[in-house]
């Protein structure tokens, strides 16, 4: 499929919906890593926090993309890229 040069314009960001996974993950992996420590599974509860660990690290990284805002997107003015010779 060839691009048509519009799709800068309408292209949508999942950023928000992200966010919301990340929120989500961290009260599971939260809720996981104390259910575990209390019913004496300290390797579970070693798996949760390492998993709430990563969860909290892609919603600073999605925070941070957030509050960037949008950056530059070419306009219906900027040509589509012609794909290379022997492709369709």
Do not use: N
């Not at 691009?3 to 309408?10: C, H, I, K, L, M």
């Not at 999605?62 to 369709?88: K, N, T, W």
Request: glycine share 10%.
């Amino acid at each position: 499929m060839k691009r048509t040069g519009s799709e800068p314009t309408t292209a949508r960001s999942a950023l928000r919906m992200r966010f919301w996974l990340s929120v989500w993950g961290v009260v599971w992996t939260v809720a996981g890593t104390v259910a575990f420590a209390i019913a004496g599974h300290p390797g579970w509860a070693l798996v949760c926090g390492l998993l709430w660990l990563l969860v909290t690290v892609d919603l600073a990284v999605v925070l941070r993309h957030i509050h960037q805002g949008p950056h530059y997107q070419p306009g219906p003015e900027v040509p589509p890229y012609q794909p290379p010779d022997g492709r369709a």
